[in-house]
Nanobody, 114 residues
Framework: QVQLVESGGGLVQPGGSLRLSCVVS????????MGWYRQAPGKQRDMVAT???GGDIVYAGRFTISTDNAKNTVYLQMNNLKPEDTAVYYC????????????WGQGTLVTVSS
């Protein structure tokens, strides 16, 4: 089973930056999409950014996703953080071959407040 371990969340002032990390372990497939999602209290879980094994990236303006394959890690760089960015951020792994598989990390809390 693929396992995801997240870190990097914490308390930051508005305008600050954080980099979240997600370390991937287990039986890693060659074709996949990884992403960062966030869920604020009372809100649905929304996609922040995704990156595929082929290198295709989708992300919002202030947040960027990247990978370091040598470290089996996916990152989310968050700049110019705003209070509305406060949420639990989750790492996600999705793969359809050889079978459908979806794995979520435990989540890491990001709090943006002065």
């Amino acid at each position: 089973q693929v396992q995801l371990v997240e870190s990097g969340g914490g308390l930051v002032q508005p305008g600050g930056s954080l980099r979240l990390s997600c370390v991937v372990s287990g039986t890693i497939r060659s074709a996949y999409v990884m992403g960062w999602y966030r869920q604020a209290p009372g809100k649905q879980r929304d996609m922040v950014a995704t990156i595929s094994s082929g290198g295709d990236i989708v992300y919002a303006g202030r947040f960027t996703i990247s990978t370091d394959n040598a470290k089996n890690t996916v990152y989310l760089q968050m700049n110019n953080l705003k209070p509305e960015d406060t949420a639990v951020y989750y790492c996600n792994f999705r793969s359809s071959w050889p079978s459908k598989l979806e794995v979520w990390g435990q989540g890491t809390l990001v709090t943006v407040s002065s």
